[in-house]
């Protein structure tokens, strides 16, 4: 199955910026669409954004404006750049690879480790 690695996370003032990548083990993303969830402590893991193969792109409201989200196919890599970061962001952001059933996009494969972003002063 797929391994994903997610990487880029930290800490982070109010207002700054990081940029998360997601490498795959090998050649998904082609004919595949990613995603980025994130996962705040005792909170459920939301959808934060995703990609189509076609380089299609949809946000949470809550991101709109501020996070963007790519592909590399070529490197096999997703990134999420993600500008004027909130407290509430704060969060462990994870990547997959995601299928669309009955017209609701849903993760569809193995969970990778994530990375941690903290927002704070």
């Known amino acids: 199955q797929v391994q994903l690695v997610e990487s880029g996370g930290g800490l982070v003032q109010p207002g700054g910026s990081l940029r998360l990548s997601c490498a795959a083990s090998e050649s998904v993303f082609s004919v595949n669409a990613m995603g980025w969830y994130r996962q705040a402590p005792g909170k459920q893991r939301d959808l934060v954004a995703h990609?189509?193969?076609?380089?299609?792109?949809n946000y949470a409201d809550s991101v709109k404006g501020r996070f963007t989200i790519s592909r590399d196919n070529a490197k096999n890599t997703v990134y999420l750049q993600m500008h004027s970061l909130k407290p509430e962001d704060t969060a462990a952001y994870y990547c997959?690879?995601?299928?669309?059933?009955?017209?609701?996009?849903?993760?569809?494969?193995?969970w990778g480790q994530g990375t941690q972003v903290t927002v704070s002063s």
């Open positions: 990609i189509t193969s076609r380089g299609v792109t």
């Open positions: 997959n690879t995601m299928v669309i059933i009955a017209g609701s996009w849903l993760p569809s494969g193995s």
